[in-house]
């Protein structure tokens, strides 16, 4: 198997094509696929990396005219970027409307990852939603990496690895609403994030890069009232839902909260809108939150 490209080098579209091939699977058997191993990694996959995979496997098994409309994720075992990942894909339903698809993730012959994935087609209907915060337009907002630096959240866990170029912009929104957590007013917060080039691939890639992205803010954000502490964080399960077709070279907003940390464990939350104010997705993550100064007490 050919390594993706490092997506944190080369020119902006080297770097989107290399994200659209690291998020990519190859075919071996029947349901059963191989994900790229990412170049000039830190050691350890990123959880986002491993549900995209899972993803991407997933939505390869299914009719062309259904996308996922929501996922289900739980993170088993820290996966290596010294191995390659297999996805191995369950179709446990195809009706009418519906697709529902199981895949296990593998490294060595260990599941470092179970996901779910529902597909649907599409069919008219009600609608309402939650309404986009009102919050500035990106282009003239500061990047997430060094808002987080200045507030004093560079050791948030997820934030090492903005530092260096990624394929997706980000830009901090500020604050513009404030609740108490007994430890600071942080527990809302938002960001706009885009590929930096366009992105020529089908509607179940910007779904994938989505399903990325979506992994890098709710645990952070559970953990960035309490800086700075000594946190060991991990992600436990992720949850996403689509409610409308992703186009993720535009610029959407991804506003989180924390509603709640306890227990060694914290909780993020998240709404994704486009930028006429449609809201594309929401996210749901529980996630280990372990301050080793209780462990120490």
């Known amino acids: 198997m050919t390594k993706a490209p490092d997506i944190h080098g080369g020119s902006a579209e080297e770097r989107v094509a290399a994200l659209l091939r690291l998020l990519d699977v190859t075919p071996r058997e029947d349901r059963l696929f191989e994900g790229n191993r990412k170049r000039g990694g830190t ?18 098994t299914v009719p062309h005219e259904l996308n996922v ?4 994720a739980y993170f088993l075992r820290g996966g290596s970027e010294d191995h390659a990942s297999e996805y191995r894909v369950e179709a446990d339903f195809d009706g009418r409307s519906f697709s529902n698809r199981r895949v296990v993730a593998l ?8 996901l779910t994935a529902s597909f649907h087609g599409v069919e008219p209907g009600h609608h309402h939603q939650a309404v986009m915060p009102d919050v500035p337009y990106p282009e003239n907002l500061p990047d997430l990496a060094d808002a987080l630096g200045q507030a004093g959240g560079s050791q948030v866990p997820g934030a090492i690895m903005l530092r260096r170029p990624w394929p997706v912009e980000m830009r901090h929104a500020p604050p513009h609403s404030r609740t108490s957590t007994g430890a600071s007013d942080q527990s809302i917060q938002a960001y706009w994030f885009r590929a930096v080039a366009p992105v020529d691939a089908p509607q179940w890639m910007h ?8 992994d890098l803010g709710p645990l952070p954000m559970a953990a960035l009232p309490y800086q700075p502490c000594d946190i060991q964080g991990a992600s436990i399960d992720h949850s996403l839902w689509f409610h409308r077709d992703v186009r993720a070279d535009n610029w959407l907003l991804y506003h989180l ?10 909780l993020g939350t998240g709404r994704i809108f486009d930028r006429e104010g449609n809201l594309i997705a929401s996210v749901a993550q529980e996630g280990l939150m372990r301050d080793r100064a209780f462990r120490q007490s």
């Open 207 to 214: 779904r994938a890069i989505l399903a990325y992205v979506s």
């Open 43 to 60: 050691g350890r996959i990123f959880g986002g990396e491993a549900v995209a995979q899972a993803l991407a496997a997933a939505s390869k």
């Open 69 to 72: 409309h929501s996922l289900h």
């Open 257 to 266: 909260e924390s509603p709640w940390a306890g227990g060694a464990r914290g």
């Open 107 to 114: 490294q060595q012959g260990e599941v470092i990852l179970n």
